[in-house]
């Protein structure tokens, strides 16, 4: 199996799809967003602060009945140029930027992506046979991103550090199920059950994993939310 990276948490001056971008903070950090001609999108409550010349407005999500049910936002904020917009995350760990040429995507754990500029489509799917124990619920929402005809770019926020691996054809890793972060639309996810007996009174416990199977990449977060497991 190839060996995962550590993704590079600071970028200095970046520039790709129409924006300029930085990544600074070891613990918090925040992306810095130069805005010229494309604009950015976000959830509003992910703004820190931005350029009195930017203006702000409101962009609608796709799939607007199945965000509601989710308790995902139908409304996301827009940024547009000249000037600035910072966003930030309320918790520890790391932003990755993730440039899609036209017609790459890119699937995201819910709740994680941090901005994307507006050559990219937005919309959301429900994975079956995941059991999220906060919620009650059988499975997760999965958010898709795709640039369309024009290069475009994601960030992401993984808690704790983030690791990229890249699985070859047929090459496959189990992960905790909260642990991965994005991954490429080419790496089938499947879930795996583990039963053992501990041998102390009888009693018996499980391990539950996300098979990730290439070829594609893999983001994987060291903090990962513990309660998040999965059913066969």
């Keep these: 199996m190839p060996e995962p990276v550590l993704m590079k948490p600071v970028v200095a001056d970046e520039t790709f799809a129409g924006v300029r971008y930085e990544i600074k903070g070891a613990l918090v950090p925040v992306l810095t967003i130069t805005l010229a001609e494309t604009p950015v999108f976000f959830e509003h ?19 607007l009945l199945r965000r509601v049910i989710s308790g995902m936002p139908i409304l996301l904020t827009s940024a547009s140029g000249p000037g600035q917009v910072a966003v930030s995350r309320d918790g520890a760990g790391q932003i990755v930027p993730l440039p899609l040429a036209a017609g790459e995507a890119i699937d995201v754990r819910e709740h994680q992506y941090l901005a994307a500029t507006d ?21 997760i929402i999965i958010d898709q991103f795709r640039a369309l005809t024009e290069p475009g770019i994601v960030w992401v926020h993984g808690f704790g550090n983030v690791f990229e691996v890249t699985l070859a054809a047929g090459e496959s890793l189990d992960i905790e199920p909260g642990g991965w972060l994005y991954k490429d639309p080419s790496v089938a996810m499947k879930t795996h059950t583990q ?6 009174f009888g009693s018996a416990a499980s391990f539950f994993w996300n098979r990730m199977t290439g070829p594609g990449r893999v983001g994987i ?8 497991a999965v059913e066969a």
Excluded: C, E
Aim: hydrophobic share 40%; aromatic share 12%.
């Design 45 to 63: 409550h992910i703004l820190l602060w931005k350029s009195p010349s930017t203006r702000i407005g409101v962009k609608a999500a796709k799939g």
């Design 119 to 139: 050559q990219i489509a937005y919309s959301t799917t429900r994975v079956r046979g995941i059991m999220n124990w906060v919620f009650g619920g059988n499975s």
């Design 195 to 200: 039963n053992f007996s501990s041998g102390f």
């Design 221 to 228: 977060q060291s903090m990962y939310i513990p309660t998040l």
